[in-house]
């Protein structure tokens, strides 16, 4: 079992910046892939950037160029960094893990309120 606990939402205005964080519980941390969704109201939820096991990246073309993921499996954490921030960026951010061989998430997080302002 894989607990995640995000920081690091809240307000900010059009054009800023925030780091988002998650935490993992996992003991193998290193084997599992991490992504970060996000949900605006009404909307589905949608992956917004994922890190590989072994380093490989992935971003929705909305974030492209804006967004930054990484990890750090000495701290068991995950990051996104997000810059030039648009209000169509607010929503609920959740992190999430799979397993190496697994291409389903299967554990996520309880999600981080990120709210741009105009």
């Known amino acids: 079992q894989v607990q995640l606990v995000e920081s690091g939402g809240g307000l900010v205005q059009r054009g800023g910046s925030l780091r988002l964080s998650c935490v993992a519980s996992?003991?193998?941390?290193?084997?599992?892939?991490m992504g970060w969704f996000r949900q605006a109201p009404g909307k589905e939820r949608e992956l917004v950037a994922q890190v590989s096991w072994n380093n490989g990246t992935y971003y929705a073309d909305s974030v492209q160029g804006r967004f930054t993921i990484s990890r750090d499996n000495a701290k068991n954490t995950v990051y996104l960094q997000m810059n030039s921030m648009k209000p169509e960026d607010t929503a609920v951010y959740y992190c999430a893990a799979r397993e190496r061989s697994v291409s389903k998430y299967g554990y996520w997080g309880q999600g981080t309120q990120v709210t741009v302002s105009s």
């Open positions: 996992a003991r193998t941390f290193s084997s599992y892939s």
